[in-house]
Nanobody
Framework: QVRLVESGGGLVQAGGSLRLSCVAS????????MGWYRQAPGKQRELVAT???????NYADSVKGRFTISRDNAKKTVNLQMNSLKPEDTAVYYC?????????WGQGTQITVSS
């Protein structure tokens, strides 16, 4: 059974930094695309950043210049370095792995940014 497990969430003051990590297990194959999504209360889940196995990245406009996504294909991990955090970044952050038409999701980790 494929599992994605996130870690690194928590509470931080505005302007601070956090690093999220996600590791995939239960599969010998990696994911061509991995990424991070977030969902704030009362809002739809939205893309934060994605990265392909070749290292191509895509960011939401709202996080460009502040967040950096990276991955280790051999370890099947994806990370999200978040700097200059803002209260509007408060959300549950989900790790995602995409393989073909199959989406895999982690359980989510809460990020709360206080003003």
């Amino acid at each position: 059974q494929v599992r994605l497990v996130e870690s690194g969430g928590g509470l931080v003051q505005a302007g601070g930094s956090l690093r999220l990590s996600c590791v995939a297990s239960g599969t010998i194959w990696g994911f061509p695309t991995m990424g991070w999504y977030r969902q704030a209360p009362g809002k739809q889940r939205e893309l934060v950043a994605t990265i392909t196995s070749g290292g191509s990245t895509n960011y939401a406009d709202s996080v460009k210049g502040r967040f950096t996504i990276s991955r280790d294909n051999a370890k099947k991990t994806v990370n999200l370095q978040m700097n200059s955090l803002k209260p509007e970044d408060t959300a549950v952050y989900y790790c995602n792995g995409l393989r073909g038409s199959n989406n895999y999701w982690g359980q989510g980790t809460q990020i709360t940014v206080s003003s």
